[in-house]
């Protein structure tokens, strides 16, 4: 079970290993009018209590990592079990996992990423193929690279990311290869005082921003535990 994240930051903190196989699919009942196309995520995901240790953890460690003007209220949070995509990641996983935040901008994305896993064959930013982009702070992401759904709540995944295949590496993101990422839970937020139009995409940081969204501390995974480590 993973402990909540309370005071100050705590030595091991334990961390699911490999997730249970996806759920499975119910018998598809008689079409009607106001029959829809079951989402990715009512296949792959169980909802996480706020409440619980799991839950408590992700959210705090997400809390954490935004910018301290950033006031956020999170909604929900759901883990994500797509055994086809994590058993393509777990080889990657042996040489250790850093918990780390990804943003998209589009329900589509957001659901090709639950069913299908990171693909690096879609990445525009760098290029044609360069790799998959994480942040180790909720607060880069939360700058204009998450999604805003219709309701005005942001959507960021927490995810695994291995140490292999890395293509660029700074203190405020790492980008990896293909199956070197797993997104291991959906978080849904709001921001407090804030429009429900999201920030501008940023075209890229200067020194100032870059201090500004830099992580000190971050969560690397040993033997199954959340490590901290400071830069």
Excluded at 3 to 28: C, Q, S, T, Y
Excluded at 62 to 76: G, I, K, N
Excluded at 191 to 202: A, D, F, K, V
Aim: positive net charge; proline residues 6%.
């Amino acid at each position: 079970l993973i402990p909540r994240l309370r005071g100050r930051l705590p030595a091991p903190v334990r961390l699911h290993g490999a997730p249970p196989p996806p759920l499975r699919r119910r018998k598809p009942a008689r079409c009607s009018a106001t029959c829809r196309t079951p989402r990715a995520e009512d296949e792959y995901g169980i909802s996480v209590s706020l409440g619980s240790q799991e839950g408590g953890a992700v959210k705090d460690y997400f809390l954490r990592t935004l910018q301290p003007s950033d006031e956020a209220r999170v909604h929900s949070v759901t883990r994500l079990r797509n055994e086809a995509v994590y058993r393509r990641y777990a080889p990657f996983a042996s040489s250790g996992e850093t918990v780390m935040f990804h943003g998209c901008k589009t329900a589509a994305n957001e659901e090709s990423i639950i069913r299908h896993g990171f693909q690096v064959s879609c990445c525009r930013s760098g290029g044609s193929g360069y790799g998959t982009w994480l942040a180790y702070g909720a607060a880069y992401s939360n700058d204009g690279f998450v999604y805003l759904d219709e309701s005005g709540l942001r959507h960021i995944f927490v995810c695994m990311v291995a140490r292999q295949r890395v293509v660029k590496n700074t203190g405020v993101m790492r980008v990896v290869g293909q199956d070197c990422a797993y997104p291991m839970w959906l978080l849904r937020y709001e921001l407090q005082g804030r429009t429900s139009t999201p920030n501008p995409r940023p075209s890229g940081l200067n020194v100032a921003q870059e201090q500004k969204v830099r992580q000190s501390q971050f969560y690397f995974v040993q033997d199954g535990c959340w490590v901290l480590q400071s830069t």
